[in-house]
């Protein structure tokens, strides 16, 4: 059995970098008491430094630190949240048919929704930016497994659902929309025509 939790806060390290900048020890306290701890991609290597690689020796975000415990991916992170903050069942449901069916899109998301949908702020934005040529036979094949991925997510996934795999919202959901807004944000309606992802976002 894992030892108790001193009553405090944990500190999560993100990417998104704040408006104190991207040093450390700047926090705000987060949504039920998680304090939030921005970490930005700096020009002076937060993420590489020995002092956050004591915290998550891959040097990514995210990462959470609890006391003497230390977390990564994003994913345990959420789940290790829901239990300590005693969330809704629906976030991680107790039941065990309806865990797996969230278990079940949280492998897929991993390896199929992650690296499809980044690749846009890549190449438009990123690659740019730091002088790396992207060819157009790689946007056009990102073009197709985003339509595949978009497509199975309706199909597969939501189906006569009212969310992914689930008649209520779960973690699986807060996983896949912060995929499908980076595209967005850049312009690209992902909703256009995939009537069932516009009714679940909506």
């Not at 108790?4 to 999560?12: A, E, F, I, T, Y």
């Not at 926090?27 to 915290?55: D, I, M």
């Not at 929704?113 to 946007?139: C, M, N, S, Y």
Request: contains cysteine; aromatic residues 12%; negative net charge.
């Amino acid at each position: 059995m894992a030892p108790h939790s001193p009553p405090h806060r944990p500190s999560c390290f993100l990417a998104q970098p704040g408006p104190w900048g991207s040093g450390w020890g700047r926090e705000r306290e987060g949504t039920a008491g998680v304090v939030l701890a921005p970490k930005g991609f700096s020009s002076t290597g937060h993420l590489v430094s020995g002092e956050f690689s004591q915290f998550n020796i891959l040097q990514k975000v995210s990462t959470l630190k609890d006391g003497d415990f230390v977390l990564t991916e994003s994913t345990a992170i959420l789940i290790y949240l829901s239990f300590k903050y005693q969330t809704a069942d629906h976030w991680y449901p107790s039941e065990l048919w309806a865990r797996f069916h969230a278990h079940k899109h949280l492998g897929w998301h991993a390896d199929c929704i992650r690296d499809t949908f980044g690749v846009p702020l890549w190449t438009q934005v990123l690659a740019p930016l730091i002088g790396v040529h992207v060819t157009e036979e790689k946007v056009e094949r990102n073009r197709a497994a985003t339509d595949w991925a978009l497509q199975w997510l309706e199909d597969k996934f939501l189906g006569g659902w009212a969310f992914l795999n689930s008649q209520q919202v779960t973690l699986a959901e807060l996983m896949v929309l912060e995929e499908l807004v980076q595209p967005v944000a850049l312009g690209c309606d992902l909703f256009e025509g995939q009537l069932k992802l516009a009714a679940w976002r909506d």
